[in-house]
């Protein structure tokens, strides 16, 4: 195999890459069937109380099922906002955008980046941050604290790599 041959891995490739979402335990589908539920609950409970002439109790089981969908739907919006990390040999970008859509990004040198993190015995890592001269970072927020460990892990090895520089096909 000739030099100019080789198999080479750029340095623009990510080394690391990850998007961090907030976890939300039930989905549309589940949303539909839970305010289908509910709502018909609602209803039908409030039928007893319309047939005694008791008919403004029923504007509150109404006032009920209109109050949870408008919190699920406040809890889906938030639920839209995500955290992406990018690693690549020459640079770090994190990027993280709003329930509302508003993005803020931060580039680094890999070279000058070190993980900070904050352990509660009891609770587990309770902050991880990137931490780059005077800039620190939060990072991982919407993780638990077993997950946000396990971040922490593959993501300083992946750090340690980006630190050692690209590895070539004919390096060992």
């Known amino acids: ?22 976890h939300r335990s039930l989905g549309p589908r589940g949303f539909a069937i839970l305010m289908a539920a ?9 039928i007893p109380f ?12 109404g006032l009920d099922v209109a109050l949870l969908w408008l919190t699920f739907r ?17 640079e770090l970008v994190i990027r993280r955008v709003t329930p509302k859509g508003v993005a803020q990004e931060w580039r680094f040198n890999p070279s000058w980046v070190r993980l900070e993190s ?10 991880l941050a990137v931490r780059s001269r005077d800039a620190s970072i939060d ?9 946000r460990a396990e971040f922490a892990d593959a993501f300083g090895a992946a750090l340690a790599a980006a630190k050692a520089g690209p590895r070539f096909a004919d390096e060992r």
């Open 1 to 22: 195999m000739t030099p100019d041959a080789r198999p080479q891995r750029a340095v623009e490739d990510p080394v690391f890459d990850a998007e961090i979402t907030p």
């Open 38 to 46: 509910f709502g018909t609950a609602s209803l039908l409970l409030s």
């Open 50 to 61: 319309f047939l005694i002439g008791a008919w403004p109790v029923v504007g509150f089981f």
């Open 74 to 90: 406040i809890s889906f919006a938030e639920g839209r906002a995500c955290e992406r990390i990018v690693l690549t040999y020459l």
């Open 118 to 127: 904050e352990t509660d015995a009891d609770f587990g890592m309770t902050r």
């Open 139 to 147: 990072v991982a927020r919407a993780l638990s604290p077993h997950e």
